[in-house]
């Protein structure tokens, strides 16, 4: 069966809206959308009069060159959410199809699963917070439409690997698209498994620009996969899901410059990271550090309810994971400018000396 044969009958039967923008792109009198003629005042020369290309050709490209695909494999939208939510909607049937996670992970997965009217099949992570090959093969049985992988792992920070990436995206053709959200790649040393999509039209990777990009204001995030797939989710997307700010930002940050600026920032909250890690290994009341691959640490505390009041008490906020599945009693800490990691660090060891 075609990734196609996947998909809601009825998204696929779908008309789409037909936007102006899309009907005929550019030309010199612009007499099409019912937009105004003057821009706003003050606007920068960014036209913001004007409703903006649905998918700049600029920086499709610019992505793809980044992401090393071919333009028609991108999808450009607002943050990986969006991707995620046309993925659901346009896979999972209400009351009929499910979706397979592998807690503890992003939230994302499920809640636009339960809005959708679908079902959520959680494959749990093992002790060591490491995938559970056998147990997805076993449960991506009738119904499944999505499998969520999420390598590094938020909020865990382990990789998945590639190996098995590649054979469940052997095992699960015909049956559910494999969805891999590499969120957090950049800072993990390791490739990305976009080099896998032309062998499995089953096949679809998460990137986005909110995190090692630092466009998380921005919301810009991508899907890669078959063009079909791309295809389809443009027929349920809005007409114009990008501002035109965000696609400014967006070019400026892909440019030669701002990828040098993006690789040095990485290297840095890698090292960092690392830092990080051994003193916390090293403070009292940690009893475990979670080994990272991403731009963040999770740390089980003796008392973390206190610990996390503590830091919040002197304008330092962690986030508490304690309710993910696994983390009872664990917090997050995103790597920040080395002076505010090193705040959070006294302030947890303070915290050991006070008890
Ligand atoms: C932060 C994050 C995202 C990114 O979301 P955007 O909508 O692109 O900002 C996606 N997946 C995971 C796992 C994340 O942690």
Redesign the pocket.
């Known amino acids: 069966m075609s990734v196609l044969g996947l998909a809601r009958p009825d998204i696929r039967a779908l008309e789409p809206y037909s936007s102006a923008r899309m009907e005929a792109g550019a030309a010199a009198v612009l007499l099409n959308a019912n937009e105004s003629p003057w821009p706003p005042a003050d606007d920068g020369g960014l036209g913001l009069n004007r409703y903006p290309d649905p998918q700049p050709a600029a920086l499709v490209d610019a992505l793809a060159a980044q992401f090393g695909v071919g333009r028609d494999l991108i999808l450009v939208g607002r ?4 991707a995620i939510d046309l993925l659901t909607r346009a896979f999972c049937r209400a009351g009929e199809d499910a979706v397979v996670v592998m807690p503890p992970t ?1 939230g ?1 997965y499920a809640v636009c699963a339960r809005i959708q009217g679908a079902r959520v099949v959680e494959v749990p992570l093992d002790e060591d917070f490491a995938v559970d090959a056998t147990a997805l093969e076993a449960v991506a049985a009738q119904g499944v439409k999505l499998v969520y992988v ?1 390598s590094p792992n ?1 909020p865990s920070g382990g990789l998945v690997p590639r190996e098995l990436i590649a054979r469940w995206a052997t095992a699960l053709a015909g049956r559910a698209l494999l969805v891999v ?1 590499e ?2 790649i950049e800072f993990a040393g390791a490739p990305s498994c976009a080099d896998l999509l032309g062998r499995h039209e089953n096949l679809a990777i ?1 990137r ?1 620009l ?2 090692a990009w630092s466009l ?1 204001g921005a ?1 810009i ?1 991508v899907l890669m996969a078959s063009p079909e797939i791309v295809a389809l989710l443009r027929r349920i997307m809005p007409p114009y899901p990008l501002p035109t700010p965000s696609i400014r930002a967006a070019l400026a940050t892909l440019s030669p410059a701002g990828r040098t600026r993006m690789a040095e920032q990485v290297a840095a909250i890698v090292r960092e990271r690392d830092r990080v890690a051994g003193r916390l290994q090293a403070t009292p009341g940690v009893t475990r550090v979670l080994p990272s691959r991403a731009n963040f640490i999770a740390f089980r505390h003796r008392d973390a309810a206190r610990a996390y009041a503590h830091l919040a008490a002197h304008d330092v906020l962690l986030r508490d994971i304690g309710r993910y599945r696994g983390l009872a009693g664990c917090l997050r800490l995103s790597i920040g400018l080395p002076e505010h990691n090193e705040r959070a660090l006294a302030l947890l060891a303070g915290l050991a000396e006070a008890t």
């Open positions: 943050g990986s959410d969006e992003f994302m999420c938020n959200d969120a957090y998460l986005t909110s995190k998380a919301r995030g």
